[in-house]
């Protein structure tokens, strides 16, 4: 298994460019989510999924778009790159929510100049 | 206010000695589970720990257990014996419902 994988690992982008990152996981998770590491902030939600067709909004939504049309891939769209989405993006995916461990990506790294 | 504090940005330990790392968390859900993971230099996010807010024992995995006291909304992290190889960043988290939310992480150093 490759359990979850994210492409690109590097990414520089312009201001109003857009994007998708990638994510994949062949686990047959149920449930995928997208986060956002910033210094000193943690991890925080952006986007998840609690199955094929099912998205919802996490903490910090504005200006991130996801779809989840099979169970494997969960991508994130940029719609309009800003600098305050340089990031480091993780996707994560679990077998469901509750007590489930969630398994990340190796992540990717975001610059928007 | 925050669901997650973790109120040490830093923490300092000798190699083979004991550390705790402090989080306490926030929620009025009677059911959340709360999970610990390790973040090294490299940045993969590793998960170490769960607890489950209606398990009656302290989770335990090897040399990681978790200090669970309900009442006190705390869940820490014990590292026993640490070795150089547990330096990293260590973030708690809790789950409610579909959500994971994380606390702001501390950076554990080990030295020798």
């Known amino acids: 298994n490759a359990g979850v994988t994210q492409t690109p690992k590097f990414q520089v982008l312009k201001t109003g460019q857009s994007m998708t990152l990638q994510c994949a996981q062949d686990?047959?998770?149920?449930?995928m989510s997208w986060y956002r590491q910033d210094p000193g902030m943690g991890l925080r939600l952006i986007h998840y999924?609690?199955?094929?067709?099912?998205?919802d909004q996490g903490e910090v939504p504005n200006g991130y778009n996801v779809s989840r049309s099979t169970t494997e891939d969960f991508p994130l769209r940029l719609l309009s790159a800003a600098p305050s989405q340089t990031s480091v993006y993780f996707c994560a995916s679990s077998r469901g929510t509750g007590t489930y461990e969630q398994y990340f990506g190796p992540g990717t790294r975001l610059t928007v100049t | 206010a925050q669901k997650i504090t973790q109120t040490q940005p830093g923490m300092f330990v000798q190699e083979k000695e004991a550390v705790t790392l402090d989080c306490t968390y926030d929620?009025?859900?009677?059911?959340?589970?709360l999970f610990w993971y390790k973040q090294p230099s490299s940045g993969e996010m590793i998960f170490l720990i769960y607890?489950?807010?209606?398990?009656?024992q302290n989770a335990t995995e090897g040399r990681y257990s978790l200090n669970f006291q309900k009442a006190r909304k705390s869940a820490n992290l014990v590292i026993s014996a640490s070795q150089l190889g547990d330096s990293a960043m260590y973030f708690c988290a809790m789950r409610e419902d579909s959500t994971l939310t994380f606390g702001k992480g501390t950076m554990l150093l080990v030295s020798p």
């Open positions: 999924s609690v199955g094929a067709g099912i998205t």
């Open positions: 607890q489950g807010s209606y398990d009656q």
């Open positions: 929620t009025s859900d009677p059911s959340y589970g």
């Open positions: 686990m047959n998770h149920e449930y």
